[in-house]
């Protein structure tokens, strides 16, 4: 049932605290420092033996992809690559030794992503599933993997299981980090920050009210710009789809810094451009981004750290997020995007849980 909310999409929006607690139950282990997972079904020495990950996907998957490309880089200094599961089936890419192959999904039927670890599988290579829906054809195809624990998403926009899909990748990332160079101490900061991250989503998600009425000032537009940089450049991608979807509003997702190397012609007046930009490394450079933009006449809008008052002077509006380290931020950045294509839909009249041209699960190539 949908417990009071007026769609599942928002129901599950909401959800998202809870699918973070049953995503890392039972899953941090104080005592080593490090994330356990029961279902990997490889040796230590199997996994101490990886030299490279491949991570692949579909739509939002293939965006939490990115982000785990960058915590897995950071924390364990893994090599990562992210591929297309459409793409990867037929491109016939070489693939070195001790690759290890995960494909992202929710549904656990997408047809490229099963297509894609079958054959990756044919020529050898291990393959684990991340994925929500319990004894799917692709958490059966592939050789382990871990399970979301979300819950059934049903709205067609995928939420929760893509912060879900975000803070597994995180765990792998301290996992395959403590197996390597990451020291104890490093390991228990993380620990600490991935148990205080579901309540950070509960007091992201009080920015609703506020995201409201910058929906209701947006609403009318043809084109918007996602902008951010680092782990939040995956939630550009993220946002960008979110409105698509659901809104049928055209929307591009981009790092920010490719701004000026051709998308900023789009500027205009009617033009929004919503900077992802909580504190972080890039800060500074974002800020400067969202300059360019304002120079050219374009509404820019902020999501900002909560402590970031200066930014009021420069953004046209702002959407406050509680502070979060940078790796996890993008599970946190995301919720106001999330609530911003809904509400956008709903005042536009469109059918946020069933959009259309779309469906749940994609099985068909
Ligand atoms: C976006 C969306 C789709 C799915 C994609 C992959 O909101 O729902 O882009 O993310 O079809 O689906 P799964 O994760 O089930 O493989």
Same mark, same amino acid.
């Given at each position: 049932?949908?417990?009071?909310?007026?769609?599942?999409?928002?129901?599950?929006?909401?959800?998202?605290?809870?699918?973070? @607690?049953?995503?890392?139950?039972?899953?941090?282990?104080?005592?080593?420092?490090?994330? +356990?997972?029961?279902?990997?079904?490889?040796?230590?020495?199997?996994?101490?033996?990886?030299?490279?990950?491949? =991570?692949?996907?579909?739509?939002?998957?293939?965006?939490?992809?990115?982000?785990?490309?960058?915590?897995?880089?950071?924390?364990?200094?893994?090599?990562?690559?992210?591929?297309?599961?459409?793409?990867?089936?037929?491109? *016939?890419?070489?693939?070195? *030794?001790?690759?290890?192959?995960?494909?992202?999904?929710?549904?656990?039927?997408?047809?490229?992503?099963?297509?894609? =670890?079958?054959?990756?599988?044919?020529?050898?290579?291990?393959?684990?599933?991340?994925?929500?829906?319990?004894?799917?054809?692709?958490?059966?195809?592939?050789?382990?993997?871990?399970?979301?624990?979300?819950?059934?998403?049903?709205?067609?926009?995928?939420?929760?299981?893509?912060?879900?899909?975000?803070? +597994?990748?995180?765990?792998?990332?301290?996992?395959?980090?403590?197996?390597?160079?990451?020291?104890?101490?490093?390991?228990?900061?993380?620990?600490?920050?991935?148990?205080?991250?579901?309540?950070?989503?509960?007091?992201?998600?009080?920015?609703?009210?506020?995201?409201?009425?910058?929906?209701?000032?947006?609403?009318?537009?043809?084109?918007?710009?996602?902008?951010?940089?680092?782990?939040?450049?995956?939630?550009?991608?993220?946002?960008?789809?979110?409105?698509?979807?659901?809104?049928?509003?055209?929307?591009?997702?981009?790092?920010?810094?490719?701004?000026?190397?051709?998308?900023?012609?789009?500027?205009?007046?009617?033009?929004?451009?919503?900077?992802?930009?909580? @504190?972080?490394?890039?800060?500074?450079?974002? =800020?400067?981004?969202?300059?360019? +933009?304002?120079?050219?006449?374009?509404?820019?809008?902020?999501?900002?750290?909560?402590?970031?008052?200066?930014?009021?002077?420069?953004?046209?509006?702002?959407?406050?997020?509680?502070?979060?380290?940078?790796?996890?931020?993008?599970?946190?950045?995301?919720?106001?995007?999330?609530?911003?294509?809904?509400?956008?839909?709903?005042?536009?009249?469109?059918?946020?849980?069933?959009?259309?041209?779309?469906?749940?699960?994609?099985? +068909?190539?």
């Amino acid at each position: 049932s949908m417990n009071g909310y007026e769609h599942y999409m928002l129901k599950e929006i909401y959800e998202q605290p809870d699918a973070l @607690r049953n995503a890392m139950r039972g899953r941090l282990n104080d005592q080593d420092a490090t994330a +356990v997972f029961g279902g990997l079904n490889l040796t230590p020495q199997q996994l101490r033996s990886v030299e490279r990950i491949i =991570l692949t996907g579909c739509g939002t998957s293939w965006h939490s992809a990115l982000v785990g490309e960058y915590m897995i880089e950071e924390l364990s200094r893994i090599p990562v690559t992210v591929e297309y599961a459409s793409e990867l089936r037929y491109r *016939n890419p070489p693939i070195e *030794n001790n690759t290890l192959v995960f494909g992202i999904t929710q549904s656990g039927e997408t047809a490229d992503t099963l297509a894609a =670890l079958n054959e990756t599988k044919r020529k050898g290579h291990r393959t684990l599933a991340i994925c929500n829906v319990v004894g799917s054809s692709i958490a059966q195809a592939s050789d382990g993997g871990v399970y979301l624990h979300a819950g059934p998403e049903i709205g067609v926009a995928s939420t929760k299981a893509f912060t879900s899909q975000c803070c +597994v990748l995180a765990m792998l990332a301290l996992y395959f980090g403590r197996m390597r160079h990451m020291s104890f101490e490093t390991g228990g900061r993380i620990i600490e920050d991935l148990r205080r991250l579901p309540a950070t989503i509960e007091q992201a998600l009080t920015c609703d009210a506020e995201v409201r009425k910058v929906a209701e000032k947006y609403q009318s537009a043809s084109n918007v710009l996602y902008l951010g940089r680092r782990y939040n450049f995956p939630t550009a991608l993220e946002g960008a789809l979110k409105l698509k979807e659901i809104s049928y509003i055209h929307a591009e997702g981009y790092p920010a810094a490719e701004m000026k190397h051709g998308p900023i012609a789009l500027v205009d007046a009617d033009t929004p451009s919503i900077f992802i930009m909580p @504190r972080g490394t890039t800060y500074d450079k974002v =800020l400067s981004n969202m300059e360019e +933009v304002k120079a050219r006449g374009g509404p820019v809008i902020a999501i900002a750290s909560s402590d970031d008052t200066e930014i009021r002077k420069i953004a046209d509006d702002v959407i406050m997020i509680p502070e979060a380290p940078e790796f996890l931020q993008p599970i946190v950045s995301v919720i106001p995007l999330q609530l911003l294509s809904y509400h956008i839909a709903v005042l536009r009249g469109c059918d946020v849980d069933k959009p259309r041209n779309l469906a749940k699960s994609v099985t +068909v190539e």
